[in-house]
């Protein structure tokens, strides 16, 4: 009896054959279009994915802003520069908060450490949920190349590295978002500088009034952001933390932003807070939506921002002579 | 223990090795074991509930068996109250409880009665019709009690439909559990590509549209008209591919071990009347409420007033069973007036037919026929995914009064597109089996290339599009 016929005799090895076989073609096509993804994926010349790549591997700024959707349309990277006489890049992401910061700083003090860095901080950034830990999946591409992002990404879910024995795996929903990245066409239509994105809407709906209450809070998440600051601090690098403007009229301080400004008045770290601050709040022509700051707003946010940090800096240095 | 997880793939490639590497005798003992570990991996002490139930039914099952007349009854009586009893606590008691307190505050009193701080089990509604089905064949005389405690036990506890059904007949499923089950190459390769099917279904369109439809429906004071018709229409497909992808996967897990589990869907969205997609949609569920509580009141075999009622009453219980919020009941009770509107104006319908002469294009007759049925289906699927019954009438008035552009995330598209690539897949080989007589099929053909080419093509596009885990949103600015 052959080998052939013993198989095809044989339920149990019939299947595992089979099985086998499509094995292989499965691992011949996800090896071929992963590879092929991740080479254009790290091709990117513009968009999210490509300032995610410069921010962890390229940007060599003397000054980087962190932080959410609220970092990247509300901090105009050519008037810190202006104004703080350094260079200046904006990495903040939409959708993502305090863990891909700390990937993105982990990342970049692996090549350099940045003289100075404004750290964006939101309501609810420390709040319980899955959802920032889903988010991770975003820094996946870079999982493979860059060991000082592991652990953060591993918080995902210990399963991950097994999930990315897939080559496509890391670049899933991505695709269109990468041949997007690598066509001139929408190059020409990009509208971020160094990072960072104007939103050109008028907001003209009444202020929205906020009574939060207390809520659950994630450890990791404060023990993320006290590593933050740990680890600037072991960088010799400024750190302030900011809590941008919002066309939100607060009652009671967001239950993160205050923990965030306990602890970074425990640390000695300067931290800025615009919630409820009139310049912005009297003025709904500043925003482009509750949450954020529109291309006028964003302009004369960095202003203020940026001379209280030269103020505090000149104090700084003042007090060290 | 989500089938759309890797926790599940590895339970399941684990139990259905030993299942077939054990001997037939000590099978059962392990999918019950297996089936508890699979309930317990959500919240373990909810297992006590679903043990309480699974004691109280196979005691009544026997004494139902072995008694006659009042005490049968009175033992049948029993076994419901516990089970509904179960099912009223931690699905129902703070809704009603929520309503009660309304009704006092409009006559000025306060609600002295506590709410309950409880998570509702996983699949308690369907472990509960399974098991209430248990009981009523043995009252009726068309299953013999279940003598053995364990084949009971996994009868309600099979992990494949423990949680999302099918919901199962005694007297399809306690007789396989006793068959000998062998390896066949045929079956659990059908089995796996059903489950793939499932899988596909469920997390690269339900789950890319929940993306959507979820970002519209929290907010829909803030959308347009057309995005909320299209957020509508999503979701529409959304909780079809949900509920039948997870039914695949069941239907599927099963099959691989040689379990028969019955049809849930049978591509309900090709249905012509709604009459006929009741009859295409959530089967199990539809013909359980059919066999133990519409027949139970009479059926069609009535008054035609009391046939109204009969149908009315059906489809709002059948709403209530869905989920304990005023929105299922409005949509239960818009499904019973879509079929009652339907009986009463067929002589209206069939004159019509008459006059436009529709009839004699059967195809546009057709057409116009599962378009008019998908959008009644849509209309009532706004109060089913709505989150309260305001919102409801809110996302009404906006889809036909506001005129404002689409909705999407125009720095990334990329979750837009992809749902219609999904839709578009779904209605390609739905239609293909709806309509498509002939024996040409990629995932059954005679040619192992093309065979293996197109399950290898479903998995890469599950791994390319499918979405794997809350991580995907749209960037949503109001």
């Known amino acids: ?321 | 223990m989500l089938f759309n997880s890797l926790d599940f793939a590895i339970f399941f490639v684990i139990v259905t090795f030993l299942y077939f590497a054990l001997k037939h005798k000590y099978r059962w003992f392990l999918l019950l074991a297996s089936s508890c570990y699979f309930y317990m991996a959500f919240v373990p002490v909810y297992i006590l509930i679903l043990g309480f139930t699974i004691v109280i039914d196979y005691f009544a099952g026997i004494f139902l068996e072995t008694s006659k007349g009042k005490t049968k009854k009175l033992f049948l009586l029993a076994s419901l109250i516990a089970n509904i009893g179960v099912l009223s606590v931690f699905k129902y008691y703070n809704f009603l409880n929520t309503n009660l307190s309304i009704l006092l505050h409009g006559a000025g009193y306060q609600n002295p009665i506590p709410y309950l701080s409880i998570l509702l089990p996983i699949g308690l509604s369907f472990h509960t019709f399974q098991a209430m089905s248990y009981t009523i064949e043995v009252y009726r005389g068309n299953q013999k009690a279940e003598r053995n405690f364990g084949i009971y036990a996994l009868y309600v506890m099979f992990y494949p439909q423990l949680v999302a059904g099918p919901i199962e007949r005694p007297q399809n499923l306690i007789h396989q559990f006793y068959e000998k089950h062998d390896f066949d190459y045929n079956r659990v390769a059908d089995g796996l590509k059903l489950m793939l099917w499932g899988l596909f279904k469920k997390i690269v369109i339900a789950d890319r549209l929940a993306i959507y439809v979820n970002a519209v429906y929290n907010h829909p004071t803030q959308h347009s008209g057309i995005t909320l018709i299209l957020a509508t229409i999503f979701f529409a497909f959304q909780i079809y591919c949900d509920f039948s992808g997870y039914s695949d996967i069941a239907i599927g897990a099963a099959k691989i071990m040689g379990f028969k589990l019955m049809t849930n869907f049978n591509r309900p969205y090709f249905s012509r009347n709604i009459s006929e997609f009741w009859k295409r949609w959530h089967i199990s569920l539809s013909t359980w409420f059919k066999d133990y509580l519409y027949i139970s009141l009479g059926g069609s075999r009535v008054s035609i007033p009391r046939w109204y009622f009969n149908l009315a009453f059906v489809f709002i219980v059948s709403g209530l069973w869905h989920g304990a919020n005023w929105t299922f009941i409005i949509w239960g009770a818009l499904n019973g007036f879509y079929l009652i509107f339907a009986i009463i104006s067929r002589p209206v319908t069939d004159k019509v037919n008459q006059l436009t002469g529709i009839k004699k294009l059967p195809w546009l007759n057709r057409f116009l026929q599962i378009i008019v049925t998908f959008i009644l289906c849509c209309f009532a699927w706004i109060f089913f995914r709505a989150n309260n019954v305001s919102d409801s009438f809110v996302i009404i008035k906006r889809i036909f009064t506001n005129k404002d552009p689409l909705f999407f995330d125009k720095d990334d598209p990329s979750s837009f597109l992809f749902s219609f690539l999904g839709i578009f897949i779904l209605l390609l080989i739905e239609a293909k089996r709806e309509y498509y007589k002939g024996d040409f099929s990629f995932f059954n053909n005679k040619h192992w290339l093309i065979r293996y080419l197109s399950y290898t093509v479903l998995i890469i596009i599950i791994l390319l599009i499918g979405v794997f885990d809350g991580g995907q949103f749209i960037y949503f600015q109001f």
């Not at chain 1, 949920?129 to 591409?141: Q, T």
């Not at chain 1, 041949?179 to 003209?204: M, Q, V």
Request: include cysteine; proline fraction near 3%; hydrophobic fraction near 35%.
């Open chain 1, 1 to 321: 009896m052959t080998l052939g016929t013993r198989i095809k005799n044989n339920a149990y090895l019939y299947f595992t054959a089979k099985l086998l076989l499509l094995l292989l073609f499965i691992f011949l096509f996800d090896f071929t279009i992963g590879k092929t993804l991740r080479y254009f994926y790290f091709k990117e010349e513009f968009g999210r994915q490509y300032r995610a790549t410069y921010s962890i591997e390229k940007t060599t700024a003397d000054v980087l802003v962190f932080g959410s959707s609220r970092a990247y349309h509300h901090y105009v990277p050519d008037i810190i520069e202006t104004g703080l006489k350094q260079s200046c890049y904006n990495t903040g992401s939409p959708g993502q908060f305090i863990f891909y910061n700390y990937a993105v700083l982990k990342a970049v003090l692996k090549r350099y450490s940045p003289k100075l860095i404004i750290l964006d901080v939101s309501d609810d950034e420390l709040r319980v949920g899955a959802e920032s830990y889903d988010r991770l999946s975003f820094l996946l591409p870079y999982y493979k190349d860059h060991e000082e992002i592991r652990p953060i990404v591993d918080l995902k879910s210990p399963l991950e590295k097994f999930k990315l024995l897939s080559s496509i795996y890391a670049f899933n929903s991505s695709f269109l978002m990468i041949a997007g990245g690598n066509s001139e066409y929408f190059k020409k239509k990009a509208s971020d500088t160094k990072g960072y994105k104007p939103l050109n809407r008028t907001w003209n709906n009444p202020i929205e009034v906020r009574s939060p209450t207390q809520y659950e809070v994630d450890s990791i998440k404060i023990n993320i952001f006290k590593s933050f600051i740990e680890d600037c601090r072991h960088a010799g690098i400024k750190l302030f933390v900011v809590s941008s403007p919002s066309y939100i009229k607060y009652n009671q301080k967001d239950y993160s932003i205050s923990i965030i400004e306990k602890i970074a008045k425990k640390e000695n770290v300067c931290f800025i807070d615009f919630a409820n601050d009139t310049s912005f709040t009297n003025h709904s022509y500043l925003f482009d939506d509750p949450d954020h700051l529109n291309a006028k707003g964003s302009e004369l946010f960095t202003t203020i921002v940026t001379g209280k940090i030269a103020d505090s800096l000149q104090l700084l240095n003042r007090t060290s002579k």
